[in-house]
Each structure stands twice: as C-alpha cells, then as structure tokens.
C-alpha cells in the first residue's frame, strides 16, 4: 500500500509512521520540520518525506502527493502552549482534513480512499446522540469558548461525518478517539468502544500513543478491522488490566 501522512513528525504521528513501515508499505509524510522524524525513519527506504507546510501547498501540489495513495491519515494536532492553542492556524485540523479529502477528490481514483482521523475522547460522535452529563455539557461548553483546538476537533470529525458522510464514492473514514494520551514503550491490549464508556472530564481513561498508532495502523492495513469501524469514530482505551 501506499499510505500518505500528515503529522507524522508529532508523537503519535511517528510511531503510525513506524508502524506502516514495520509492516512492509510505502509511506509518504508532509512534515514542516523533517528534523524531527527519527533517524531511524528519515532513512527507511520505504519513506518519501515532504519538506513542506501542508497548508501551504497549492490544490495541485497537495493533488500530486496524494495520488496513488490507497490511505490517508492524519495526526495532526495542537501544541499545548499558548502559541499552539491560540496562535494561528486555529484552523489547521479542520482545513487540512478539507484540503486532503478535495486532493482526494481532484485525483478521481478508481477505488475508495481511507481517511483515518486522529481526534479526542473529548468530542461527542452527534450520530450517536451520545449522553452526557449537564456538568460535562457545561465543562464543554467553556471548552469551546475558552480553547480554540477543541473546536478544530469537532469541526474536522464533522466534516468527514457530515460533508463526506457514509455514502461517498472515493472517501470512506474512520474518526479515532482517544481518551488522556500518556506515553509508552510498546504495544498493550486495547479496548474499543462506539462511544466513551467514562467520562473524558470527570473520570478520565488512558490512551497510550503507540496503542493509538497500532490501532489506526489496523484500520489503514486490516480490512476486517477497517469494516467494523467505517464511518464511525471509535474510542481507544488501554486495558483495565493496563492501568496503574
């Protein structure tokens, strides 16, 4: 296969790239700062890395690295200091998720493209009518006001629910969830849900980033996998049995 990737250089987004390497396929990455892959990847045969803005490349420019892709995945996010949250683009899941689902569209490919999103636990799938409680509506309520990245998250997963929907001649999706991200060293049982089974703000779960890229790696490469979760936005947590 070959696998496009938008923020491959960030935490989860180079451990998804070692992941799709590991099993054999031909991964490109569009990354502003190739310095930041690890040198085991920037020298992987099997890598093409993308110098480059993806927001700052032109329809065409962005058209021509998509193409040939069989899957396209993005683990773009925000930083979390002040220039990261409030700083421009406030915008950047949201737009590169329009922009890439467009190229796809631009190419015209014979076959249906996959579209894996990473997102948050945080941000409700509205398809499901998902309950939540009046104090997290209100917590999230604030979080719209009050933290700008919170909003591109929803935005960029009600695109794909709503702009590309279920029904899309070249674009099939998946929205992934995690809950808290934490960091570790190998791969551990997961479990995934429809929606969240805790609550993201009163009793937070545990994700770890190399579950999240194992996991999304599987939707990209697994077709069982990726037809139980098509179009739907599954939430991520470790084991119970992982937990500390």
């Not at 949201?94 to 579209?115: H, V």
């Not at 479990?191 to 009793?203: A, C, N, Q």
Request: charged share 25%; proline share 6%; hydrophobic share 35%.
């Amino acid at each position: 296969m070959n696998i496009l990737i938008v923020g491959a250089s960030g935490a989860t987004g180079r451990l998804l790239t070692k992941q799709l390497l590991d099993r054999g396929h031909f991964v490109k990455v569009i990354v502003r700062s190739p310095d930041r892959l690890p040198e085991e990847l920037k020298n992987h045969e099997k890598l093409s890395v993308i110098h480059a803005s993806l927001l700052d490349l032109s329809d065409a420019e962005l058209a021509q690295h998509v193409q040939g892709c069989t899957a396209v995945a993005s683990c773009l996010g925000h930083n979390l200091t002040l220039k990261g949250m409030y700083g421009q683009p406030r915008r950047l899941v949201t737009e590169a998720t329009r922009r890439l689902c467009q190229a796809i569209r631009a190419n015209k490919p014979d076959g249906k493209t996959k579209f894996v999103l990473m997102n948050s636990a945080g941000n409700s799938n509205r398809d499901l009518n998902e309950p939540i409680s009046f104090a997290q509506k209100t917590v999230v309520g604030l979080l719209r006001l009050l933290v700008p990245p919170h909003v591109d998250n929803e935005r960029a997963a009600d695109y794909l629910r709503c702009e590309v929907g279920q029904r899309d001649n070249l674009i099939e999706w998946a929205v992934v969830r995690p809950d808290s991200l934490l960091n570790e060293d190998k791969v551990t049982p997961y479990d995934l849900h429809p929606s969240p089974i805790r609550s993201v703000i009163f009793d937070p779960g545990q994700t770890s980033r190399i579950n999240v890229a194992h996991f999304m790696a599987e939707l990209i490469t697994d077709e069982p996998c990726w037809r139980s979760w098509q179009g739907q936005m599954p939430v991520i947590y470790n084991s119970s049995s992982n937990r500390t």
